[in-house]
């Protein structure tokens, strides 16, 4: 089965503190994972994959194929960071989303 | 288009209604997707149309559900009979190709429904 989890549905962090948002997933075959973003009163997009190892807005998330994992992290929050994010696999057909983490960044 | 278009953005309708959402994918997008976002769900799958091949139904949520994609292009999601429960944001996306993952999906800005 396909499953994401995301353990924490709201987070609240400090304007400069680290973040991170959990994601951990349960799939048999090679995992390819996403993080979307949805601020507010905008429509969902993609933030990053895990197959270009990229940093998007100071973002950054490691697949740990160990721990089944794929955490997204950022050093310094900032105010405009504050959005929903969903963590999703790619299953054999369509993605799979966990369930959203509201990150809200205090100034 | 330049992106997925979705309409109508809001829909309130009468319990019992019949309504129809529609979405426009991306021009030569093969793959369009329907999911369903409500509070406390997350992103729910409800279903995938790939080009000429048979649509994976497998997410909707009962035979009230159905969807259609004329042309491999415009899909439109029916919801026979609503019921309160059906209240959710509607969203629609598209990708290039089931094939290459990579580039993720592209999605709609919603149809917002509800059911009084």
């Known amino acids: 089965a396909q499953r994401v989890t995301q353990p924490e549905k709201l987070l609240s962090v400090f304007k400069g503190a680290p973040v991170e948002l959990k994601c951990n997933y349960s799939y048999s075959g090679s995992p390819e994972l996403f993080w979307y973003v949805q601020y507010s009163r905008q429509r969902l997009q993609l933030l990053l994959r895990?197959?270009s190892r990229e940093s998007i807005k100071g973002f950054t998330a490691d697949l740990n194929k160990g721990e089944t994992s794929f955490h997204l992290k950022k050093p310094f929050a900032q105010e405009e960071d504050s959005a929903m994010y969903y963590c999703?696999?790619?299953?054999?057909?369509?993605?799979?989303f966990g369930q959203g983490t509201r990150l809200t960044i205090n100034p | 288009g330049a992106g997925v278009s979705q309409s109508p953005s809001n829909k309130v309708t009468e319990k019992g209604k019949d309504v129809e959402l529609r979405c426009d994918p991306i021009?030569?997008?093969?793959?369009l997707y329907w999911y369903r976002q409500s509070l406390g769900q997350g992103l729910e799958f409800l279903i995938y149309f790939q080009g000429n091949s048979a649509p994976d139904k497998s997410g909707l949520p009962s035979d009230r559900f159905s969807a259609e994609r004329t042309g491999g292009s415009v899909s439109t999601l029916t919801i026979q009979r609503t019921q309160q429960e059906d209240s959710a944001v509607y969203l629609c996306?598209?990708?290039?190709?089931?094939?290459?993952?990579?580039?993720?999906?592209?999605f709609g800005s919603g149809t917002r429904l509800t059911v009084v």
């Open positions: 996306a598209s990708s290039p190709d089931r094939g290459i993952v990579s580039y993720g999906y592209t």
């Open positions: 895990h197959i």
């Open positions: 999703a696999l790619q299953g054999a057909q369509k993605l799979v």
């Open positions: 021009s030569g997008h093969t793959a």
